[in-house]
Every structure is written in C-alpha cells, then in structure tokens.
C-alpha cells in the first residue's frame, strides 16, 4: 500500500487574500479623508458667500 507524503506542517499554511490586499481603510485614513472633504465643503461655502456678497451693490441707510 503507497502513501502520499506527509503535507507540509500545519505551521507553514498561510493564508492567501483572493485580492492580494486589504479593502478596509484604516481609521486615520477616514479622519484624514473626512477632514479634507468636511474642510472643502466649509471653503466652498465661505467663497461662495464672499464671491456673492461682492457681486451685489452696497447698500445704503435709508435714514441717514
């Protein structure tokens, strides 16, 4: 009767990823992203605030 050879250790197996790489982002890459889209949205709402307030004619006091 012929046995196959021993497989290798039980120490030895390893894991392999279908993809070859992580799809979770770690926790610092989401607060750096979420800083710089939450920083845009702020500059975007300021410039266009300014952009529109210097598009419109000064107003004047009716009572001075």
Known sequence: MLLAPPGPPVTEVVPVRIHGHD???P??????????????????IVFLRRA?????PVRKRLDG
């Not at 529109?52 to 419109?56: D, H």
């Open 52 to 56: 529109r307030e210097a598009t419109r």
């Open 27 to 44: 926790p610092i890459l989401i607060v750096c992203a979420l800083v710089v889209v939450v920083g845009g949205l702020v500059a975007a």
């Open 23 to 25: 799809t979770s982002w």
